[in-house]
């Protein structure tokens, strides 16, 4: 086992951990102030990949179209919010279930009416193909390590945000008492609009920034938003540290479970039980974690609710 | 004179919050056991811990024989112990049998009967006709929970806590709201019971405690400050100054 | 029950039983199928109401115990083990433990991560799945016959299932009537309504939470036995968590916490997903659309709205 396939996989592991943290964040602090289930928060992520793309095709630019595709997400984060989610905050969390199933159904199929059924994909500029080189002779795809340093930059934005703007204040009070900040005089629905605005366009950045190496398809954020979610178990509901955290753990163990886990267990097992159990056990990892983690502190590594 | 429960350096907090701090307690079968005090002295922490919907920082707490400063809550009420809720907490949707009978259904051991409808047993039926006419409710069997005034809401609570044949009652406030003759029928029940069990009583309502209390404790910022006979608490100095106020002179 | 509900019921029954008979006079077997499909759901999401609607446990990982049920008849077919009632005893068996083991863990947590530590424990049985290469992964498991039940059944004559499949259906909403009802039915409705209460009375409301999800889990591995053997194809995708969505769609469209409600809910579902792609390819924008209109107005389902049009005709 060489080291800088070691250092790859690593690597790797960050990069699936900063797109689950660009998933997450916004996911656990609707869910922590708002008290939101939105499983229809993969629908960012692949409206995000989409757009980006369409504008990647029609300016020649992945610059610009980055540049415009995010904005575009808030906005449409923000319409999202002002015309759909506003209405369920009251609502249980069955109910928040249903409606937000009904709006996946919603998006996949205006995805599908708008850019049909294929998915969509597009190339990257030529200055962004190569590899680069890296420490101990580690050569790694210079867009990976775009994505690695762009996520980590917006997870140090968001951190400086939350702890030290009076927006911040505002977001990580409401986080572990709602109704404390309404009796504050706080136009509190503003706040609301905000945030979930900013989760979407977050997702949406996740999302086009993968498009180039998976391409964008219809129900793409799907998939990704179940991990998100044992994210911010993990990391405990309401919480962007625990976000963050949770993020790198879940993408670290991922990876390198999957790269590494068969060559772990030959280490015991003979290489024949090794090579069948590794995946079913590598595809395991992440959730035997969450249910660790769950058993000795129920509300996640930082939770804040109160209730 | 059996000890039902003795509480010893029970101490909670909350943050930086001390709730309860050292607290010694001891109730007697056939005696009722004021604690009063001013709002946030601790009370209902205290009857938190005593019941097991809270654990203690530190302190013991045995029911009878028995340690049980870990035993969750259902575990105590197995042993005998039966509470009330500052604030109502009843099954509103529920009708007033139906309350009645799940209490009941409560200490007769295990429910793990899937097949046979329930409410049917006749020995259940009798029992729940019995508490609801004890707590002066027998009229009102068929009625929605929720639907009920105030007053029968408290009565209620304290049939069901009842349905157990408890040996310690931990009674949280139950005069709260009561109008002057509904104080008065709690009075009398507050009598009745206390030849079957222990009683810990939260209270505000000067009458109420004066009336029926045969031990007194006054709690102020978690802690005990006083604690004696209703005469002893009555004359007590400090006990007026930090509780009773002006309207302790009507007592002195 | 009312006597109209219980004409209706006979009715119902009565058409259930001829209709077999029916489609093969009309010549349209394909019928059956449709109905075949439609009543398993509905076991299947009964078992979620027994959970969701009557003890407020929101599972989104309950199709985990279809994809269970399923794969008990596929991975003894795989080694030519067809015995119908060896394959059920294992569906029920694994799915009891994997309630049990899953619950152990879940039922210690509330709301929220409830919710979404069912949906992540699912999604975990959905990856194992499809890294198993041996039972198919994500192309799935084919079987080339039905389970065999003992002598005279053949279960691969599509209306012995269809009778098999309606017993089944029958016997559970029976069985979840008397449930609800019991002591044990009791406690847990009443645990949904007050649980610190219930545990101020003396009850351990995590074992009987505990029992009931385990009961649920089994009832929906049932479920997942007789899918199996209807499809004939066994795939991790009949655990995908959006099934699970479905499943909770089909409980809120009927009504929760009744005993017909899951069974109208499958009938909704299924009747829109069969008879909407008629109307157009982009059916699954409307049934969100519809999705999202029940989520806001529809309390009780059709049920629900059934019961409050009822009272409102009445003086």
Request: net charge negative; charged share 15%.
């Amino acid at each position: 086992m060489d080291s800088a396939l070691v250092m790859i996989q690593v690597l790797n592991g960050l990069q699936l951990g900063v797109l689950l943290f660009l998933l997450a964040a916004g996911l656990t602090l609707v869910f922590g102030i708002m008290d939101f289930i939105n499983l229809a928060h993969g629908a960012f992520y692949m409206l995000g990949a989409f757009i980006c793309a369409t504008l990647a095709l029609w300016l020649d630019s992945f610059l610009l179209a980055v540049l415009l595709a995010v904005p575009i997400t808030f906005v449409i984060g923000v319409v999202v919010e002002l015309g759909i989610a506003r209405q369920l905050y009251q609502a249980d969390h069955l109910e928040q279930i249903l409606a937000t199933f009904g709006l996946i159904l919603i998006a996949d199929t205006l995805v599908q009416i708008i850019w049909g059924p294929e998915g969509l994909t597009f190339a990257l500029p030529e200055i962004l193909n190569g590899q680069v080189r890296l420490f101990y002779d580690v050569e790694f795809p210079v867009y990976r390590v775009l994505i690695i340093s762009a996520g980590l930059l917006v997870a140090l934005a968001l951190y400086l945000v939350v702890s030290h703007t009076r927006i911040g204040m505002l977001i990580r009070a409401g986080a572990s008492n709602r109704r404390m900040v309404e009796a504050l005089g706080v136009d509190i629905r503003m706040l609301f609009t905000l945030v979930f605005a900013a989760g979407a366009a977050m997702a949406g950045l996740a999302g086009l920034m993968i498009a180039p190496i998976t391409e964008a398809s219809i129900g793409m954020g799907n998939e990704i938003l179940i991990v998100a979610f044992v994210v911010i178990v993990i990391g405990g509901i309401g919480s962007v540290q625990g976000a963050f955290l949770g993020a790198m753990l879940v993408g670290l163990i991922d990876t390198l479970g999957r790269s590494f886990l068969d060559d772990f267990l030959r280490l015991f097992l003979s290489h024949q039980a090794a090579e069948t159990s590794a995946p079913a056990i590598s595809a395991m990892l992440i959730y035997i974690l969450m249910a660790v983690i769950l058993t000795f502190r129920p509300q996640g590594l930082f939770g804040v609710r109160s209730s | 004179m059996s000890v039902e429960l003795e509480a010893r350096g029970i101490s909670r907090s909350f943050g930086g919050i001390h709730a309860v701090a050292d607290i010694d307690l001891c109730l007697e079968k056939g005696k009722i056991h004021a604690v009063i005090g001013p709002n946030g002295a601790g009370k209902t922490t205290l009857v938190g811990l005593l019941a097991g919907s809270l654990t203690a920082d530190k302190g013991e707490i045995r029911l009878g024989r028995r340690k049980a400063t870990l035993l969750p809550v259902h575990e105590r009420v197995k042993l005998g112990l039966g509470r009330t809720f500052q604030i109502t907490s009843l099954f509103g949707e529920l009708s007033v049998f139906e309350n009645i009978a799940i209490a009941v259904q409560g200490y007769q051991g295990h429910s793990f009967r899937f097949w046979a409808p329930a409410n049917r047993k006749s020995a259940l039926i009798k029992r729940v006709h019995e508490l609801a006419s004890d707590a002066g409710l027998d009229h009102e069997l068929d009625a929605q929970a929720e639907a009920l005034s105030h007053g029968k809401h408290r009565l209620l609570e304290i049939a069901m806590a009842l349905a157990g044949f408890p040996s310690i009652l931990l009674l949280d406030e139950p005069a709260a709201g009561l109008g002057a003759e509904e104080t008065q029928n709690l009075i009398a029940i507050l009598n009745r019971l206390k030849s079957d069990a222990a009683v810990l009583l939260v209270e505000h309502d000067m009458d109420v405690v004066f009336s029926v209390a045969d031990e007194v404790t006054v709690m102020v910022d978690g802690a005990v400050i006083a604690t004696g006979s209703p005469d002893d608490i009555r004359n007590n100095q400090q006990a007026q100054q930090a509780y009773l106020g002006e309207s302790g002179s009507e007592y002195a | 029950m009312s006597k109209s509900g219980g004409w209706l019921a006979v009715v119902t029954v009565l058409g259930a039983l001829l209709l077999p008979f029916w489609a093969e006079y009309a010549g349209e077997p394909f019928i059956l199928d449709v109905f075949i499909r439609l009543m398993i759901l509905a076991i299947a999401a009964s078992s979620l109401n027994l959970i969701l609607g009557y003890s407020g446990m929101v599972s989104l990982g309950h199709a985990v115990f279809i994809g269970i049920g399923a794969y008990a008849v596929g991975i003894p077919a795989y080694y030519d083990l067809n015995s119908g009632w060896l394959q059920l005893a294992a569906a029920l068996g694994a799915s009891g433990c994997f309630a049990l083991l899953t619950g152990l863990i879940c039922l210690r947590t509330r709301g929220a991560y409830f919710i979404m530590i069912t949906l992540a424990f699912a999604q975990m049985m959905y990856f194992i799945f499809v890294s198993i290469e041996e039972y198919g992964g994500d192309d799935g498991l084919v079987i080339y016959s039905r389970s065999e039940m003992g002598p005279g059944i053949d279960l691969d004559d599509n209306s012995q299932l269809y009778f098999l499949v309606l017993f089944c259906l029958i016997a559970v909403m029976i069985l979840i009537h008397r449930l609800t009802r019991s002591d044990f039915g009791q406690v847990i409705r009443s645990i949904k309504i007050n649980e610190v209460r219930m545990q101020a009375l003396g009850f351990d409301t995590f074992r009987y939470r505990l029992v009931c999800y385990v009961i649920s889990g089994m009832i929906c591995g049932l479920a997942g036995w007789l899918l199996g053997n209807f499809t004939g194809f066994i795939s991790p995708e009949m655990m995908d968590w959006t099934r699970s969505g479905e499943l909770i769609a089909m409980v809120l469209l009927g009504g929760a916490a009744t005993v017909v409600g899951p069974l109208l809910g499958a009938g909704i579902f299924i009747g829109v997903e069969t008879l909407l792609p008629e109307i157009t390819i982009y059916w699954h924008l409307y049934l969100g659309i519809l999705l999202i209109i029940v989520a806001k107005f529809g309390r009780g389902g059709l049920l629900g709205w059934w019961t409050r049009w009822q009272g409102r005709s009445r003086p």
